[in-house]
């Protein structure tokens, strides 16, 4: 059993953290506090070839694995969730059921785009009512040569950036979940519209916003998959997505741990560094631990789909222990700088909000207890 990264990895991961210092954390603050949408950012990693790192060559990505994509979204996340967070909901969301479910039609026409990073992607899954629902209360009816949908999705991240969303939304009522079906929708579609931007705690540059769908018609050839494939489409977008969502907790649990181990090496308590006292030295501890061991959760997660085998509980768990690991490693970290983590302008203070919706989206923890524990068998 090897656990050694390759070459490569290595590669990737020094390349994405030059570029986190040149051209990331300078702004990170100033995207969290005005907020702002880093969009030069996003046009930078697309030139890099970042935005569409595990999808072939032919339709515009990197060709890369997927634990390549796991560490670059580690990497972007430790210098700002905002920008780490993007890139997987572009990636995962969006990228992952076209490459998985499209035509090749599709993935040459829709998938290339979002790949090199021309447009941004976005899927919109939380019906108004806040719940993570495939069969909510989005419809879509065929008329001639054409499908049209209605219905509104709240909660939904790059929603006023992309160029295009995946949208779930009922085909066949009488069949329940077995009616729900997945589409391809342009967002410049006469009758889509964003509505209300969300303001955030946490990843406040990350535009998050209310999308309606009014008689908006799509061509018949923009259905994802077979008609009644939603619940399947939808299921395996979350298993590649809480991937994504593990990576992106890792990177601030990992900032949390590298800003505590700088803090405690300069700040001089009683004639020492409160690094030298031995509560600071057992928190350090236990930080380093967890996070070495949500990494080693979250790559093996992203080993087992490279591999071909089984990855949907592994995904779970990795996101489960990883997003709590942020939430558990942030507090610590506001708690190591005392009063001056919980200022604004403390980086601590912004990993420790931007920890909190880890264990919120793409399934809550306890929900992903429950799946993890149903698969047990």
């Known amino acids: 059993m090897d656990f050694n990264l390759t070459e490569e990895h290595e590669l990737i991961r020094q390349s994405v953290i030059e570029f986190c210092d040149r051209y990331v954390c300078p702004i990170a603050d100033g995207v969290d506090d005005e907020p702002s949408f880093p969009a030069e950012t996003i046009k930078k990693l697309a030139e890099l070839d970042l935005m569409g790192i595990p999808y072939p060559v032919e339709y515009g990505g990197a060709g890369a694995d997927y634990l390549s994509y796991i560490i670059v979204i580690e990497e972007l996340s430790r210098a700002c969730t905002t920008t780490g967070?993007?890139?997987?909901?572009?990636?995962?969301?969006?990228?992952?059921?076209?490459f998985k479910f499209g035509t090749e039609e599709q993935k040459t026409k829709y998938l290339t785009p979002l790949c090199k990073g021309e447009i941004l992607g976005s899927l919109a899954m939380t019906d108004p009512g806040g719940e993570t629902d495939a069969a909510g209360s989005t419809t879509a009816v065929m008329d001639g040569n054409e499908w049209v949908l209605n219905g509104s999705n709240l909660f939904i991240s790059n929603a006023a950036v992309a160029g295009l969303i995946i949208v779930f939304a009922m085909t066949d009522a009488s069949k329940g979940t077995e009616g729900v079906s997945a589409f391809i929708v342009p967002v410049a579609?006469?009758?889509?519209?964003?509505?209300?931007?969300?303001?955030?705690?946490?990843?406040?540059?990350?535009?998050?916003?209310?999308?309606?769908?009014?008689?908006?018609?799509?061509?018949?050839?923009?259905?994802?998959?077979?008609?009644?494939?939603?619940?399947?489409?939808?299921?395996?977008?979350?298993?590649?997505?809480?991937?994504?969502?593990?990576?992106?907790?890792?990177?601030?649990?990992?900032?949390?741990?590298?800003?505590?181990?700088?803090?405690?090496?300069?700040?001089?308590?009683?004639?020492?560094?409160?690094?030298?006292?031995?509560?600071?030295?057992?928190?350090?501890?236990?930080?380093?631990?967890?996070?070495?061991?949500?990494?080693?959760?979250?790559?093996?997660?992203?080993?087992?789909?490279?591999?071909?085998?089984?990855?949907?509980?592994?995904?779970?768990?990795?996101?489960?222990?990883?997003?709590?690991?942020?939430?558990?490693?942030?507090?610590?970290?506001?708690?190591?700088?005392?009063?001056?983590?919980?200022?604004?302008?403390?980086?601590?203070?912004?990993?420790?909000?931007?920890?909190?919706?880890?264990?919120?989206?793409?399934?809550?923890?306890?929900?992903l207890r429950l799946f993890i524990a149903a698969a047990q068998g």
């Open 189 to 367: 579609t006469p009758g889509f519209q964003i509505g209300r931007y969300l303001k955030k705690i946490g990843t406040r540059g990350s535009v998050t916003a209310e999308v309606s769908l009014q008689d908006c018609r799509i061509p018949v050839e923009n259905l994802l998959g077979g008609q009644g494939q939603g619940v399947e489409i939808f299921l395996r977008t979350l298993d590649g997505a809480r991937m994504g969502i593990a990576a992106q907790a890792l990177g601030i649990a990992q900032a949390a741990l590298d800003e505590s181990i700088k803090y405690s090496k300069t700040r001089i308590q009683f004639g020492k560094p409160i690094g030298a006292f031995e509560a600071v030295q057992i928190m350090i501890g236990n930080m380093a631990t967890e996070v070495q061991a949500a990494r080693l959760l979250t790559y093996h997660a992203a080993w087992c789909y490279d591999q071909g085998l089984p990855y949907s509980s592994q995904a779970a768990m990795a996101k489960l222990f990883a997003a709590e690991t942020a939430s558990r490693q942030t507090n610590r970290a506001v708690q190591i700088h005392g009063g001056i983590g919980y200022a604004k302008g403390a980086k601590v203070e912004r990993l420790y909000r931007d920890a909190i919706i880890t264990a919120t989206y793409s399934g809550t923890s306890d929900m």
């Open 85 to 98: 967070f993007t890139v997987e909901c572009h990636t995962s969301m969006a990228g992952f059921p076209l």
